[in-house]
């Protein structure tokens, strides 16, 4: 991992089209403003960590653990 | 045997699942994820297995690993209008020329307490269904989330596909391309934080 430091209003330059700029520093939060592309993938690392949390719950289910959920999808009552 | 017998026997291939037993499945449906599942980069070949059932819930079976299968669902069944817009690099990455040979799933999570059921619709699993590449991509739309509670949407749907004829999933189309024309995607993010996260407020 590239480690840099940088000053409130410095920036930090990617390939030829994105840039990232130190915007405000406060106690322990950064604010940061990211220049790019329009069709760039930009996301909070928490979005992945969510994600990968998500698809291993999901690995809990069992078909027949869905028999039930089949009957209450299917009766009549809301 | 005739040839077309021999042609198809070696198309097909046995697989083990923990969920379904052993399978025999068609070479040709085997669909490649090139970077796996988020969290499970490891595992790159599934195979999509329908159990027929009325929920209209499928599974996305590992053939690497026997016990990982995802429960999945075609999200425009409880979703009309979900349509995900994918960037260039997702596009390439699927080698997809068509949005229309694009096929959508959304892993499903569902707890004992089935009306806390929800859909991933932030990163659905894309499949070009022409040659069987798949990816599950982060979409960049920060309206959607992770846990898209939908128990009461799939009730009502799967109560209307049964009394309807024909079946509205083909009104819209499966995915969008994404088009820099329109407004940037970033705004909305800018929005979200000033709205949501007031314990992260700098001022």
Redesign the interface.
């Given at each position: 991992m590239l480690v840099l430091t940088r000053k409130l209003g410095e920036s930090i330059a990617i390939d030829d089209d994105i840039k990232i700029v130190v915007v405000q520093i406060k106690g322990k939060q950064v604010r940061l403003g990211i220049k790019a592309p329009k069709d760039t993938k930009i996301h909070r690392e928490e979005v992945y960590m969510a994600i990968q949390e998500q698809n291993q719950k999901a690995l809990e289910s069992t078909p027949e653990g869905l028999n039930d959920l089949a009957k209450e999808l299917t009766s009549h009552k809301k | 045997m005739s040839r077309a017998n021999l042609y198809a026997r070696r198309n097909r291939v046995k697989i083990k699942t923990s969920?379904?037993g052993e399978l025999e499945v068609n070479q040709d449906d085997i669909i490649k994820f090139k970077d796996g599942?988020?969290?499970?980069e490891q595992y790159k070949n599934f195979i999509v297995i329908d159990?027929s059932?009325?929920?209209l819930?499928l599974?996305m079976q590992s053939l690497d690993n026997s016990q990982?299968?995802?429960?999945v669902i075609e999200p425009q069944i409880f979703k009309v209008d979900y349509c995900p817009v994918l960037?260039?690099?997702d596009m390439n990455a699927l080698a997809l020329e068509n949005p229309a040979d694009a096929k959508v799933y959304t892993?499903?999570?569902?707890p004992s307490d089935?009306s806390q059921?929800s859909a991933?619709l932030?990163?659905p699993i894309i499949v070009n269904s022409k040659k069987n590449n798949a990816k599950?991509v982060?979409l960049?739309d920060n309206k959607l989330v992770?846990?898209f509670e939908m128990y009461k949407d799939?009730?009502r749907a799967?109560a209307n596909f049964?009394t309807s004829d024909d079946f509205k999933r083909t009104h819209i189309a499966p995915v969008k391309r994404?088009n820099?024309e329109s407004e940037?995607?970033?705004e909305e993010?800018e929005e979200i934080v000033i709205n949501t996260s007031k314990e992260?407020e700098?001022d």
């Amino acid at each position: 991992m590239l480690v840099l430091t940088r000053k409130l209003g410095e920036s930090i330059a990617i390939d030829d089209d994105i840039k990232i700029v130190v915007v405000q520093i406060k106690g322990k939060q950064v604010r940061l403003g990211i220049k790019a592309p329009k069709d760039t993938k930009i996301h909070r690392e928490e979005v992945y960590m969510a994600i990968q949390e998500q698809n291993q719950k999901a690995l809990e289910s069992t078909p027949e653990g869905l028999n039930d959920l089949a009957k209450e999808l299917t009766s009549h009552k809301k | 045997m005739s040839r077309a017998n021999l042609y198809a026997r070696r198309n097909r291939v046995k697989i083990k699942t923990s969920r379904f037993g052993e399978l025999e499945v068609n070479q040709d449906d085997i669909i490649k994820f090139k970077d796996g599942i988020l969290g499970f980069e490891q595992y790159k070949n599934f195979i999509v297995i329908d159990p027929s059932d009325s929920t209209l819930i499928l599974w996305m079976q590992s053939l690497d690993n026997s016990q990982i299968a995802f429960p999945v669902i075609e999200p425009q069944i409880f979703k009309v209008d979900y349509c995900p817009v994918l960037m260039p690099n997702d596009m390439n990455a699927l080698a997809l020329e068509n949005p229309a040979d694009a096929k959508v799933y959304t892993i499903l999570t569902i707890p004992s307490d089935f009306s806390q059921m929800s859909a991933n619709l932030k990163a659905p699993i894309i499949v070009n269904s022409k040659k069987n590449n798949a990816k599950q991509v982060v979409l960049q739309d920060n309206k959607l989330v992770v846990k898209f509670e939908m128990y009461k949407d799939l009730k009502r749907a799967i109560a209307n596909f049964s009394t309807s004829d024909d079946f509205k999933r083909t009104h819209i189309a499966p995915v969008k391309r994404f088009n820099p024309e329109s407004e940037s995607q970033f705004e909305e993010m800018e929005e979200i934080v000033i709205n949501t996260s007031k314990e992260n407020e700098l001022d």
